[in-house]
């Protein structure tokens, strides 16, 4: 059963919506503290140690941050966008704090309202029917379920999306490959570094609204997005600018004729 579980989770990219080893810290002086590592508290009363998200994966887009926001969500909403892959927990004043998020193949297939119904710490997880059906191969085995923990590819922490006193199964999750935050996954919906869904987690009332951007949503207010050869998105006009000015002629001073009269 543990090989299969390895097997399957290496497929489908350690996602969720749709190694058991001790963590070892990665991190280094220059990884801001919030991104340290954690020791948590497992779903048993186990101690679980959370590793610090190595620098190399904390981008400008990745790393958590305080930025002007333009939506018309009201303070305390949190906006998904699947597109431009950040999540927005909207605030006072015009701002929002920004996360980078992974989005799995079910994370693009919502948009609209919802509210957090359900909050679990270190939750278990069950594939879908729909998920069972479709590729038993991978999913069968689950079926009866997987309990939470550092092997469960919902991470630490889950906020579950319901629309209408239903369960939309939309899942905004933490992850245990934090090398994927800010890149297309295999599956799933919406995964944080495990340290940015604690945060949220903490910070989130039962019955908070969220909204989930469409694409021409998405393009409204992010703007154009191209996809870097390392698998990360950015905006258009950043790519723009940094095109401009490699390709801008170099300024040569101009050559000063000695002062010395020649022999």
Not at 81 to 110: C, Q, S, T, W
């Amino acid at each position: 059963m543990r090989l299969a579980y390895l097997l399957a989770v290496a497929a489908f990219g350690l996602s969720a919506c749709g190694s058991s080893q001790t963590p070892i810290n990665l991190g280094g002086a220059d990884v801001p503290a919030i991104y340290e590592a954690r020791t948590d508290t497992g779903p048993n009363g186990e101690s679980i140690e959370i590793p610090a998200v190595r620098a190399a994966y904390l981008n400008e887009r990745n790393q958590r941050q305080r930025v002007p926001y333009n939506g018309p969500e009201a303070p305390g909403t949190i906006v998904v966008d699947p597109y431009a892959r950040v999540l927005y927990h909207v605030l006072e004043n015009g701002e929002a704090m920004r996360f980078g998020i992974a989005v799995g193949r079910a994370g693009k297939g919502f948009s609209g309202d919802g509210v957090i119904s359900v909050k679990k710490q270190w939750p278990s997880w069950t594939p879908t029917q729909n998920m069972i059906r479709t590729e038993p191969e991978l999913y069968a085995q689950f079926a009866g379920g997987l309990p939470g923990g550092v092997d469960n590819p919902l991470g630490s922490r889950a906020l579950y999306l319901y629309r209408n006193g239903r369960d939309t199964y939309y899942r905004i999750h933490g992850t245990m490959d934090p090398s994927s935050i800010g890149k297309a996954t295999s599956a799933g919906c919406i995964r944080l570094f495990n340290q940015d869904i604690m945060d949220l987690f903490d910070e989130t009332e039962l019955g908070t609204r969220v909204t989930v951007r469409s694409q021409a949503e998405s393009l409204r207010f992010e703007g154009p997005l191209i996809e870097t050869p390392e698998g990360y998105v950015i905006p258009a006009r950043e790519q723009a600018q940094a095109t401009a000015v490699a390709a801008a002629p170099t300024t040569q001073p101009p050559l000063v004729e000695s002062a010395v009269p020649a022999r």
